[in-house]
Each structure stands twice: as C-alpha cells, then as structure tokens.
C-alpha cells in the first residue's frame, strides 16, 4: 500500500511539473529559464507557502 501511495505521489508531483511548464506563459512570473526550472521544480512548497504562487499556478493549470 505505502508503494502505490509513493508511486501515486511521484506522478501527481511530475504531472503538476508538466502542467505548470506547459502553462507558464500565461503566468506573471519571469519567463527565464532558470526561473522557469526553479518554479516548476519546487512547485509544492510554493503553492503552500506562497498566496501569489497559487493564483499564478492556477492559471498555468488552465493553460
């Protein structure tokens, strides 16, 4: 069970990596790569901790 738990995570973490790369011209962040690697990457803590990350992941998300 803690392995399809793990394995379900893994993908939920990499699809929400892909949703937000592919979104991210519609976002107000800077369109550099690095930031592009950086906000995509640590994009669970963001869309925790950050209020601004949300809105803006939420409208990748509908990219």
Do not use: D
Not at 5 to 20: A, D, E, N, P, S
Request: proline fraction near 5%.
């Amino acid at each position: 069970m803690a392995q399809l738990l793990g394995f379900v995570l893994i993908i939920v973490y990499f699809g929400g990596i892909w949703k937000f790369w592919t979104g991210f011209r519609k976002t107000n962040f800077n369109p550099n790569l690095p930031n592009k690697l950086i906000l995509s990457l640590l994009w669970p803590a963001f869309l925790v901790a950050n209020k601004s990350y949300r809105k803006n992941f939420q409208k990748a998300l509908k990219g």
